[in-house]
């Protein structure tokens, strides 16, 4: 019997502490399964009912699921397309009444491991964050932007843009030969397998990194950007 893409119970891999980035913002970041040299991010909005979002969620320790738990109400999980799935029914277990996010492409990956309530049109209109499935996408990839106190705002992505910096290693060497890292891009193996029409993709995300206020750019792969995120992204898309 095949072993499932994801993990059955919870299972807590090498991670970094939980980091708060604005008052409604927190990240971290984790290992892979294997030796898969690519790490991995969740990022947390607290919504402003007080209710959280987990996004590409990792396991973490009891004392950074306490921390979170303190923080507010575990509602919404966010499963960013079906090869971001490790830790989803894992998580669906231990909180049974959170309402399940994916986009319509992923569905049929990600409801292999756990059902499915809908997309990113469930989130509440007035609770902070919003998403939609980008345009051209074929893999289920979705945008969310995050508002924070004073205007700013984040733009949240998965595997749409790697920003991956060159690792070591033979896995390191990999990576690096199949052109996905070393720079803020869409990558190779995204471009060829996860977007069917580049110029609605381009013009999507372009789109929403011109909104007014959008300083950061979180993706699931790599470094945060802050600054001009529309400028970066129109920089590698030239």
């Known amino acids: 019997m095949a072993k499932p893409k994801w993990h059955t119970r919870w299972k807590v891999l090498p991670h970094n502490p939980l980091e708060q980035l604005e008052d409604n913002l927190m990240v971290v970041e984790g290992k ?30 009891d004392a950074s699921m306490a921390r979170l738990e303190a923080w507010g109400t575990m509602a919404f999980l966010i499963v960013p397309n079906g090869f ?20 319509p492409n992923a569905l049929k990956k990600v409801e292999l491991a756990l059902p499915v309530d809908g997309g990113p049109e469930l989130l509440p209109a007035d609770g902070g ?12 990839e979705m945008a969310f932007i995050i508002e924070h106190a004073g205007g700013k705002k984040t733009l949240l ?3 749409a843009l790697f920003n991956q910096p060159h690792m070591s290693g033979f896995g390191g060497f990999v990576m690096r030969a199949m052109g996905s890292t070393g720079a803020l891009k869409v990558s190779p193996i995204m471009r060829i397998f996860g977007v069917s029409d580049g110029k609605a993709f381009r013009a999507h995300l372009l789109r929403l990194a011109e909104k007014v206020g959008v300083s950061r750019l979180i993706v699931s792969h790599g470094g945060i950007v802050d600054g ?8 590698i898309f030239e």
């Open 228 to 235: 001009d995120i529309a400028g970066r992204l129109r920089a």
């Open 129 to 140: 964050m919003h998403g939609e499935n980008i345009a051209g996408d074929k893999i289920g």
């Open 32 to 61: 892979l399964p294997g030796n898969m040299p690519l790490g991995r991010r969740m990022v947390v909005v607290r919504l402003t009912d007080g209710r959280l979002v987990v996004h590409n969620a990792i396991a973490l320790d």
């Open 157 to 159: 992505l998965n595997d």
């Open 84 to 103: 971001h799935r490790i830790d989803a029914f894992a998580f669906k277990q231990r909180y049974p009444n959170m309402t399940v996010i994916a986009g």
